[in-house]
């Protein structure tokens, strides 16, 4: 279900912030309520966040630091991460909250002095 390109990502100290984003094809992206997850190393892949026409959810982790969104027109999902910490790092990825769904390359978040 679609192809996703992750960017955004790189190498920032705690308490730092970042921006993802997502560009999508191949998918009527406007009919999908979208997700970002993450994956630590040896960790298993873990929801971020989603935000559909009307709703967003977040996990806890991201409550209040991580602002999930989207441009429909543009077929673009963002993730705006404040208040980094060191246990953020992980490989970043957008994709369709519901299943079937695809995953792309991901972008690397390293939080770290």
């Known amino acids: 279900q679609g192809q996703f390109v992750e960017s955004g990502g790189g190498l920032v100290q705690p308490g730092g912030s970042l921006r993802l984003s997502c560009a999508a094809s191949?998918?009527?992206?406007?009919?999908?309520?979208m997700a970002w997850y993450r994956q630590a190393p040896g960790n298993q892949r873990e929801c971020v966040a989603c935000v559909g026409a009307v709703h967003k959810e977040y996990a806890d982790f991201a409550k209040g630091r991580f602002t999930i969104s989207r441009d429909d027109n543009n077929m673009m999902l963002y993730l705006e991460m404040h208040s980094l910490k060191p246990e953020d790092t992980a490989v970043y990825y957008c994709t369709t909250e519901t299943k079937p769904r695809s995953w792309g390359q991901g972008t690397q978040v390293t939080v770290s002095s």
């Open positions: 191949g998918i009527a992206f406007g009919m999908f309520a």
